[in-house]
Structure formats: C-alpha cells, structure tokens
C-alpha cells in the first residue's frame, strides 16, 4: 500500500492517496453500498491511481478480474477532477463498458462521493441528426431521395420534432446510409459560428461536453479526434482533446491495434459510392447534382462511377488473397493504374462551379462539404496508390460477408506515434485491463508495444478463489490439427466437455472453418439434448448472439475471435469455456506480418517477442469469459496439447488462474522441445 501527500488537491488530509484508502476499506463510504464486499485489491488500485493524478504523471496497471476496476479508476479521477478544473476522459472498447460505466458505476460513484458532478456519453458527431441539413433535405426530396427514401426521410423529419437528443440511437428504425449520410452532423457544415445559435443537437452536446466533468468515449473516437487535432495540440500540453483534460483507457489491451487503424487510411468501393451518390444516383436520378440541374456535375459523376467497378475489379484482379483475413499486402506503389482521380478532379470542379454565385448560404456550404469530402477520396487513393505514407504497411482485404474490397493502411511503429501522443509530456494518462502481462510482472510487453517503456507498471491480482471457483482441463492426447483424426477427436472432447457441463458454454476457435465444421457435426447432438446452438455467422450480429445466450442458460455458443474478449456473461449460463486450439495469430494479416518482419530486422525473435506474447494475452482474455462474480464455478478446457508437450506451454500455464489442472491424456507427463 502507498500514501502520497497532495498538498494541492485539498480532498482530504493526508491527500488524495490517503482519501481513497479510507473510502475504500473496510468501513469506508463504499461499505454502505449493498453490493460492496472490501477487496484489498480493489483499494489498491484507486490508491495507485490517486498518486498518479496526484503526480501528474502516467501509470500501467493491470488489475484482474473481480478487482473492481471502474469505481477504483472513478472515486480518484472524479475527486482529483472536482479539485483541480480537470475535465476526465474515460475511453474503452466496448459498448458494454461504457453504458455499465454511465447507468450503474457513475451513478453510484456520485452516491459515494456526495458530491455533485456531470457525466455525458460522446459519440462521434456522424450519430447526431442535423437540423438545418434535414430541413433543406426536406425542402426538394423528390429531387435528392428514390421513393422508399423519401419515406424514411419524412419519418426522420417526424421523429426530429420529438427527440430531446437528435442521436441516431434515439431513433426507432434504422435509415438507409444515404439518407443519414444527407441529414447528420459533419464537421464542414456544423461549427459554432454557423450553428451555435441556431437548434443543433451536435453543437449542444458540444457546449455540454466543455462543462461536463466527466466525460465516457470509445476508443475508435478518441483516436479519430487526437489524430484530426494532432497539429493543433495544446502547446503547453495540458490537454488531449480538451484543455486541461486528463484520460483513462480501460480494455487498454486493445489500444495498438485500435490506434493503428484510426491513424492510417480506409478507402472503399462501398464508400466511394456511397459519397458520390449524394450528388447523383443514376439508377434513381436524384442528389444534389440533379436538384441543380447541373449536367456537368452529373456527367462527372457517372465517369467515376462508370470507372469505379473497373478500378476496385482491377485492384481485386492483381491481389492473391490469404487467410481467412482475405488479405493481400501491397509492397511496392502502382499497384494498379489510377482511372479515379482525373474524374474525382472533374467533381470537385463541378461542385466549385455549382456553388459559385448560389444565393442558398445552406446548399452553397453543402456544396463546399461535398468537395472537401472529394477532396479526401482523391488523398487517400493517391496515399495508397503511391504508397505516401512513410513507415506505413498498405493492404487490400475483403470485408464482411459480400466481400466488399477495401484498400487500407496502417503506421508500421504505433508505439512511436503513441509514446508522443500520450507520454511525451508529464500528465495523468492511465492505461488499465485485466489482462495486460504474458508472464512479465513488469508488464514489458505491453508497454512496449503502446511506447509506454518509462511508465511505471503496476501488476494486480484478482480476488476470485479460482481454486475453488474454477477446474482446468487440457486434453495431451489430441492429435496435430494437421494430423489425421484431428476433427474426429475435436468433436468427440467437444461433445464430452459439453455434457459435462450440461450445455452452458463457449466454444472458441481460431478458425472460421473449422468452427463451422464442427457446429454441422455437433448440431443434432445438441438439438437432442436440449441445448439451443449459437453459431457466429449463422445471421445474427454478435451483440444478439450473446443476448440469446444469456436468455437460455443452457445453450451453447460458437465463436471465433470477437468472442474470445469483452463478453461478460455471469452466472450459471456460462458454466464451461473450451478452447479448441491455442491462439497463434496467423501470420497471413499484413500488419501482423509487417510487425514480425520489424522484430526480425531489429535482431529479434519474432516468436518469443510477438507471437508467443499475443497468444497468451489472447488465451487469458479467453478463459476470462468463465468466472465473471465471487459466485460463479465453472470448467475451462484447452484441447491443444502443446500446452503441454511444447517447452512454451509453460508460459501459457502459468500465466492462467490458479486454477486445479487435471491433464487427460498425457502419456508420459514430459514437455518437448520446438514450437
């Protein structure tokens, strides 16, 4: 345990360190609440925090499941906050977090301290309707909307007369994207100056978020807003994405990969079209283009239309996909020949000279979004095609079940650009996860990977009794999956650990096909005893997979990589998690690829150092899914035996709960070498 003296935060004597032990313990404030049970882990963590925001410094800490890591991070940020006229970002990954963290843990947080503070959600702006746009939509839609979308553009115009918030959640069907895409928020239409006397929902919650105290974000959002603002960053560095703001990242075990897609580029097919069609849709004859009249613009347009399925066929012509990623790296620039940008140069002409001499202030602006907008397809094609980027990877990948094509990019060194985003200067920046180590109680890894090498790391245990909670199972007498009889006996241990656990599971794999192969296999086995089978990609999205799950306690579950983290299910419809092959990431991925070349060229081991480290990050946030309360019991099953034949097994082992371990299997109990 640490005390630090806070001379300035004036929360209480001895500081803010010392405030945070007492809340608390074991009569703390806290104790009053009808939920809390006194967990020294848990009054550590805020203790910890509490001196890093004290010492305006940043702070590393894993803290496991069942710490209670949301209030110990809040009770300080918000004290520390209230006392200085700092505003608190708190960033995760998932939607989960942020809604327990808004309607339970905030609230709660309030309760505790007794003290009044604000707290608001942030959602990007494209969530929010546009008043202004939506009227001069709706002044001329025959002109700009195919029938069925003038329908859903009435029903927006009725429902904006009632909600409170504008935000495409508030709204009780789901709009086409073009339609939404001509009545949101965008940030060339939507200012201050322009709106901020005027009935905007973005620009409301904008004067709000400034006066909030605490405020709830994703990680995505965060990124997207630090990178747009990076050139016009604080010069003094007090603030992120607000002046004197100070930031927490929960789930932070996803912040590389996150950061690395929201810095680098995206560019689709989907959403090429999706842009142009604004100004003309030729199958319908609407957009802006058409309500001027102006044929010019709808000549261009249908040229870069006409040359985009060319394009994107030509793109997906000259790429091998590999994986079941269906990814293809692109090396060398002039990939294939660029028959977009001269017609995206002739749009961007026909907008200036359509808005030139406009009396309409609203449609000219409109007209002036549109080209920026233009502007950035014709950058981000010519980022690509000419590989402009330094120290970036490029790919094409095939996303989604139509296998739409997309062209995308990534900075090589995320840690580089993190380690001057976040930690260049002295300030509060806490990153926090439950799973943060592979083996390493200094978290080495981790922060390595996010340019966090200098920032002190904290590494807390859970207070779960996984010896008593918890058994694991390995199963050493499965076959190689490359080897003959690998499904057979896959399926036959499958089979036996669900009905051991009645039902009542997640079964995780690393492959697609596999994970369908095993769910024709075992779904009449399961339809016969009673358990209802869930199978990813059989038609409903992830979010209605695991509400469904949770609703009949004893079915089962089929899931591949989104599955493997950030699900909480407790209680006693998740009684058995079986991992059917240890998480090795295929090395197919471009930026997992060009990340093991980098390992390799600085002299390193791209197993140890990358692979390895992944894997067992991966299986610890997989068997985590299972003791999610003090109450819950359960069994965890790993049916790969190199946990135990491979000298790294150990590596995975012990970095699991102390759990019980019962070995099937195993004929001679002794661990061989290689990978």
Same mark, same amino acid.
């Given at each position: 345990m640490i005390d630090v003296d806070d001379r300035s935060a004036g929360a209480a004597p001895g500081?803010?360190?010392?405030?945070?032990?007492?809340?608390?313990?074991?009569?703390?404030?806290?104790?009053?609440?009808?939920?809390?049970?006194?967990?020294?882990?848990?009054?550590?963590?805020?203790?910890?925090?509490?001196?890093?925001?004290?010492?305006? %410094?940043?702070?590393?800490?894993?803290?496991?499941?069942?710490?209670?890591?949301?209030?110990?991070?809040?009770? +300080?940020?918000i004290?520390?906050?209230?006392?200085?006229?700092? &505003?608190?970002?708190?960033?995760?990954?998932?939607?989960? !977090?942020?809604?327990?963290?808004?309607? &339970?843990?905030?609230?709660?947080?309030?309760?505790?301290?007794?003290?009044?503070?604000?707290?608001?959600?942030?959602?990007?702006?494209?969530?929010? #309707?546009?008043?202004?746009?939506l009227r001069a939509a709706m002044s001329q839609p025959g002109e700009l909307?195919?029938?069925?979308?003038?329908?859903?553009?009435?029903? $927006?115009? /009725? @429902?904006?007369?009632?909600? =409170?918030?504008?935000?495409?959640?508030?709204?009780?069907?789901?709009?086409?994207?073009?339609?939404?895409a001509q009545v949101c928020s965008e940030a060339g239409l939507c200012s201050p100056r322009r709106c901020g006397q005027r009935l905007c929902f973005y620009q409301a919650l904008r004067r709000r978020l400034e006066e909030t105290d605490v405020v709830v974000l994703n990680h995505t959002l965060f990124f997207t807003l630090l990178a747009a603002q990076e050139d016009e960053a604080d010069p003094r560095g007090e603030g992120l994405l607000f002046s004197r703001d100070f930031v927490i990242f929960d789930e932070a075990h996803t912040l590389e990969n996150i950061a690395a897609r929201q810095l680098g580029l995206h560019v689709s097919a989907a959403g090429v079209a999706l842009e142009l069609h604004r100004l003309y849709h030729p199958k319908h004859r609407k957009g802006l283009f058409q309500?001027?009249?102006?044929?010019?613009? $709808?000549?261009?347009?249908?040229?870069? !239309?006409?040359? #985009?399925?060319?394009?994107?066929? /030509? $793109?997906?012509?000259?790429?091998?996909?590999?994986?079941?990623?269906?990814?293809?790296?692109?090396?060398?620039?002039?990939?294939?020949?660029?028959?977009?940008?001269?017609?995206?140069?002739?749009? =961007?002409?026909?907008?200036?000279?359509?808005?030139?001499?406009?009396?309409? =202030?609203?449609?000219?602006?409109?007209?002036?979004?549109?080209?920026?907008?233009?502007?950035?397809?014709?950058?981000?094609?010519?980022?690509?095609? /000419?590989?402009? #980027?330094?120290?970036?990877?490029? @790919?094409?990948?095939?996303?989604?079940? *139509?296998?739409?094509?997309? #062209? /995308?990019? *990534?900075?090589l060194d995320v840690a580089g650009r993190l380690r001057t985003l976040l930690f260049a200067r002295p300030r509060p920046v806490i990153l926090t996860s439950a799973t943060l180590a592979v083996g390493d109680p200094g978290l080495e890894y981790f922060r390595r990977r996010v340019g966090a090498e200098?920032?002190?790391?904290?590494?807390?245990?859970?207070?779960?009794?996984?010896?008593?909670?918890? &058994?694991?199972?390995?199963?050493?007498?499965?076959?190689?999956?490359?080897? +003959?009889?690998?499904?057979?006996?896959?399926?036959?241990?499958?089979?036996?650990?669900?009905?051991?656990?009645?039902?009542?599971?997640?079964?995780?794999?690393?492959?697609?096909?596999?994970?369908?192969?095993?769910? =024709? %296999?075992?779904?009449?086995?399961?339809?016969?005893?009673?358990?209802?089978?869930?199978?990813?990609?059989?038609?409903? +999205?992830?979010?209605?997979l695991i509400e469904a799950f949770r609703r009949d306690v004893s079915s089962v579950l089929f899931g591949t990589d989104s599955f493997w983290t950030g699900v909480d299910v407790p209680g006693e419809a998740l009684s058995n998690v079986i991992v059917t092959r240890l998480p090795f990431a295929v090395p197919d991925h471009p930026l997992t690829a060009s990340r093991i070349e980098r390992i390799q060229e600085d002299g390193g081991d791209p197993f140890l150092h990358y692979s390895l480290p992944e894997a067992i990050l991966k299986l610890r946030q997989g068997i985590g899914r299972l003791i999610r309360s003090q109450r819950d019991q359960g069994i965890a099953v790993i049916l790969d035996k190199r946990i135990v034949t491979r000298a790294y097994g150990k590596r995975f082992l012990k970095s699991l709960p102390p759990a019980p371990l019962e070995t099937l299997g195993f004929p001679e109990g002794r661990a061989e070498g290689g990978r």
């Open positions: 500081g803010l360190a010392a405030e945070m032990a007492e809340l608390f313990s074991e009569r703390g404030a806290l104790s009053s609440s009808p939920d809390f049970e006194f967990r020294p882990e848990q009054q550590e963590m805020a203790v910890r925090v509490a001196a890093a925001l004290v010492e305006e %410094r940043p702070l590393v800490i894993e803290a496991g499941t069942g710490v209670g890591k949301s209030l110990a991070y809040l009770l +300080p940020a004290r520390f906050g209230l006392a200085h006229k700092r &505003k608190a970002l708190i960033s995760t990954h998932t939607i989960n !977090l942020q809604e327990q963290l808004v309607r &339970k843990d905030l609230p709660l947080a309030g309760r505790v301290l007794r003290q009044e503070f604000s707290y608001l959600l942030w959602k990007g702006r494209a969530n929010y #309707l546009c008043p202004q746009r909307f195919s029938g069925d979308e003038e329908a859903e553009l009435r029903a $927006i115009w /009725e @429902w904006a007369k009632r909600t =409170e918030d504008g935000s495409l959640s508030d709204l009780d069907f789901r709009p086409s994207a073009r339609v939404w309500a001027l009249r102006h044929s010019r613009g $709808i000549r261009a347009v249908e040229g870069v !239309l006409d040359n #985009l399925q060319i394009f994107f066929g /030509e $793109i997906e012509n000259a790429c091998r996909f590999r994986g079941e990623g269906r990814t293809h790296r692109v090396r060398q620039p002039a990939l294939v020949e660029d028959i977009l940008s001269d017609g995206l140069i002739e749009v =961007e002409r026909s907008l200036a000279s359509a808005a030139e001499g406009l009396e309409d =202030e609203d449609f000219r602006l409109e007209l002036d979004e549109m080209g920026r907008r233009v502007r950035g397809l014709r950058s981000g094609l010519a980022d690509f095609l /000419e590989q402009r #980027l330094e120290n970036h990877v490029y @790919w094409v990948e095939k996303q989604g079940t *139509a296998g739409r094509v997309c #062209l /995308e990019g *990534a900075p200098t920032v002190e790391a904290v590494s807390i245990g859970s207070p779960f009794d996984y010896t008593r909670q918890m &058994k694991l199972y390995v199963v050493a007498s499965m076959p190689d999956p490359d080897g +003959p009889g690998y499904e057979d006996a896959l399926a036959h241990w499958i089979q036996h650990f669900l009905r051991l656990s009645e039902g009542r599971a997640f079964v995780l794999f690393t492959s697609y096909r596999l994970m369908r192969a095993m769910a =024709e %296999r075992l779904r009449r086995v399961c339809q016969e005893a009673g358990w209802p089978l869930l199978v990813q990609g059989e038609g409903q +999205p992830r979010h209605r």
